[in-house]
């Protein structure tokens, strides 16, 4: 287990400006945050600046649990991941077999992209999301109500699993039946250094909208999650990967499991990267509708959420962008 305990930031108001102006000049720069930073700038600019945000600090630290994918005892393993799951909606795994060269280099890759020259990159840059390969700053530019500290690239693929297990009751392949790894979004996040960090944020507070998502992080961190209306850091850990439950996920299960509330924090030196996995279909033209599953409700626990597609769910989480409100409200019955 991994003791890890509680952070919080400060920001700070700002008065009303012309946003959507300022928003278009960042974004047709095609430079992103990294390129304001390469110019030297030492503050952050409106359109980044958060709202003041009070958490509790929590008096005690919490356990996030490390789960050893490559222990004997199958059914254990399956108890921590079911139990973390419903819980924290968060955990790491090691032994998972990935060699750890693989794991370093493709950080590499992802810093390598980020600190190219500003003009090779350029030519990446889109907000066409059915590009085979798309880089910007912020998907949700136009949506959000502040932009986030960030670049990113990523690309669409599919994937072939053994599914899983979510619930008891439930056959071990029926996730896999119901094709929710089907389709992979690789992420590579760019968190630049921030000149004024208690101002912005790497990430604002959100949940992820697809089922799972499998996260590498680098060795500096910053990555938090909500706890009990408290603010907990999730501390590299070296050869772990970062796995938490998404939107639809907790939606299927009916509220079984817990899709988490998390962030990250900007940082004022050294550059952040991550990857991320997400099982999501968004792109895909299916018109597989998804809902609760009907194993796991009851006249005594009746269907929670009304059914959705994966792209409907997808569109709407984009269009609302990271406001820090629950995208599940939106199909709450």
């Known amino acids: 287990m991994i003791i890890i305990t509680n952070m919080t930031t400060t920001t700070s108001t700002i008065a009303p400006y012309d946003r959507v102006t300022e928003l278009k000049a960042f974004d047709q720069a095609k430079t992103g945050v990294q390129g304001l930073v390469d110019a030297g700038i030492q503050h952050v600019p409106r359109i980044f600046i958060n709202q003041p945000e009070t958490i509790p600090k929590a008096p005690t630290s919490i356990e996030l649990p490390l789960i050893d994918l490559g222990s004997t005892d199958r ?94 009751g439930l056959e071990p392949n029926h996730l896999g039946d119901m094709d929710c790894d089907k389709g992979l979004t690789f992420v590579g996040h760019c968190y630049p250094a921030c000149p004024q960090p208690d101002l912005t944020m790497g990430a604002t507070k959100h949940m992820d909208d697809g089922f799972l998502t499998v996260l590498l992080q680098d060795d500096i961190g910053r990555l938090q999650i909500l706890h009990q209306n408290q603010w907990v850091g999730v501390p590299p850990t070296p050869g772990a990967l970062v796995i938490n439950i ?33 099982f999501i279909t968004a792109l895909a033209a299916s018109t597989k509708v998804y809902g609760p599953i009907k194993e796991l409700v009851s006249d005594e626990n009746p269907p929670r959420y009304r059914e959705t597609t994966v792209h409907d769910y997808a569109q709407y989480s984009v269009s609302k962008g990271l406001d820090g409100v629950s995208r599940l409200l939106h199909l709450k019955i």
């Open 75 to 168: 059914a254990s393993t399956v108890e921590k991941i079911r139990e973390a799951s419903k819980n924290l909606g968060l955990f790491q795994v090691v032994n998972h077999g990935i060699p750890l060269s693989v794991m370093d280099e493709t950080l590499k890759g992802v810093r390598r992209f980020h600190e190219q020259d500003v003009e090779t990159k350029k030519r990446f840059y889109t907000r066409d999301a059915s590009n085979t390969v798309v880089y910007n700053s912020n998907i949700d530019l136009y949506s959000s109500p502040v932009a986030n500290w960030r670049d990113t690239f990523f690309g669409y693929g599919s994937v072939t699993s053994k599914g899983g297990r979510i619930a008891r």
């Open 246 to 278: 998404g939107d639809l996920l907790q939606m299927i299960s009916n509220d079984k499991l817990k899709s988490v509330e998390h962030r990250v924090l900007a940082n004022e030196k050294g550059l952040r990267v991550s990857v991320g996995c997400f």
